[in-house]
């Protein structure tokens, strides 16, 4: 079962936040909001955030944007990941993807499933690597974010976790970028 280990010096991490919405401004955007609330409570720092509308070139060009910052090491994007015509979220994440982290996914499906049942099935949550960058895509619902959180990335995102978390690999996701 996975836990903190006390022992080792929390790391804080350096994240983006995206939300995707053709009609959200900062002053409405409450799944934004609860992103940049818990990352803070948590001892992150927030390095940036951003609206952009549904479109899949604009989300991908500032998920490439951000893949370039070395001041950033983690994306999570809200909305966008359903099955209308307009959600192009997981669309543009995959573009930019060298690596998809398939398990997010699923077991975002199971957190899901013990709160909103079948309903779960719409939801089209992602996670990848680019450019040693982590990218995560959620659900554009308060509540979709604060269960990918609370229950995944809050975990993940802490090098204290164990049996193994995603900080502790940080350093060794572009070591493909860096051979000769």
């Known amino acids: ?13 350096r994240i983006a936040v995206l939300t995707v919405s053709d009609t959200r401004q900062l002053a409405d955007d409450k799944s934004g909001q609860t992103l940049v609330d818990r990352i803070a409570a948590a001892g992150h720092h927030l390095i940036d955030r951003k609206i952009i509308a549904d479109e899949r070139d604009q989300i ?7 893949c370039a910052d070395d001041t950033v090491d983690v994306v999570i994007s809200t909305g966008g990941t359903g099955l209308t015509g307009r959600d192009v979220t997981v669309e543009a ?28 099935v719409q939801s089209r949550a992602t996670a990848g690597v680019a450019q040693g960058t982590y990218l995560f895509a959620l659900p554009g619902s ?39």
């Open 142 to 180: 308060p509540g979709a974010c604060k269960d990918g959180w609370d229950e995944i990335l809050v975990k993940q995102l802490d090098y204290r976790h164990r049996p193994c978390n995603f900080v502790e690999i940080m350093p060794r996701l572009d070591e493909h970028l860096r051979r000769k």
């Open 93 to 120: 994440h995959r573009d930019v993807y060298e690596k998809e982290i398939d398990a997010f996914g699923t077991i975002f499906t199971i957190i899901s499933m013990q709160k909103i049942g079948t309903s779960a």
């Open 60 to 66: 991908a060009a500032q998920l490439r944007a951000w």
């Open 1 to 13: 079962m996975s836990r903190i280990d006390e022992t080792k010096e929390f790391t804080p991490v």
